[in-house]
């Protein structure tokens, strides 16, 4: 049996998921519009860049989602999800998932892009297993604004990777082949202990580090 991982924003997705909710929170009116975009596409350059600090990133979202009622935020999510991320899916994703599901491999996402934001987006693509920063919750389902446990970023996608195949009674080494396509140089660490790295339309940090080990480069949107 193989595994197969994914990353979801620029990889999956055409677009950022995380800074798109941010753009639609500003565009609706549901925050700040200046201050919000501003420190958005603040974070936003420093992931490219390779220095976002995960965690001061995390809080920054989550603080925001707190502000409002679970349920005006999954109807917040909704008009998001049709306005945004549906026509943004894109074929020849739903085929590379489709094709490693028709194999019988295990499929995953493994995203730094927290669970509340990125869930339906999974559940749309028709991933079952998603592996995303988790909000803390409150007894009635609110977030909290906090972060449960760790991000999901960098070299937190091996801890919470190794920690979702353990409760499945697995390990990395149980699986023939691992597969994890990501866009990012970010991804780096967990693309270098799987046995197939993919570097899928790929950042120019990622494609010369793919290619400097030839690793196998493919471009999901433009081919």
Do not use: C
């Amino acid at each position: 049996m193989n595994l197969a991982l994914f990353d979801l924003d620029h990889t999956l997705l055409p677009i950022d998921s995380d800074f798109e909710w941010g753009q639609f929170l500003v565009r609706t009116g549901a925050v700040d519009a200046v201050e919000y975009d501003r420190r958005n596409r603040e974070f936003f350059a420093q992931y490219q860049a390779g220095t976002l600090d995960p965690v001061e990133y995390l809080e920054f979202t989550l603080g925001t989602l707190a502000r409002f009622p679970r349920t005006q935020l999954d109807e917040m999510h909704a008009q998001y999800m049709a306005e945004v991320v549906t026509p943004a899916l894109h074929p020849a994703a739903r085929a590379l998932l489709q094709k490693h599901a028709d194999a019988g491999d295990l499929v995953a996402i493994v995203t730094a892009t927290n669970h509340f934001v990125t869930a339906p987006i999974a559940r749309a693509l028709g991933v079952e297993h998603l592996i995303a920063a988790m909000p803390e919750l409150d007894a009635n389902g609110n977030l909290t604004g906090k972060l449960l446990g760790t991000p999901t970023q960098g070299p937190g996608k091996i801890v919470h990777t190794k920690a979702w195949l353990e409760k499945m009674g697995k390990t990395l080494e149980d699986f023939d082949t691992v597969y994890f396509y990501s866009d990012s140089h970010n991804d780096l660490p967990l693309m270098s202990i799987v046995s197939h790295p993919v570097a899928t339309n790929p950042n120019e940090k990622l494609k010369t580090h793919a290619a400097a080990n030839g690793w196998p480069l493919i471009d999901l949107f433009n081919d």
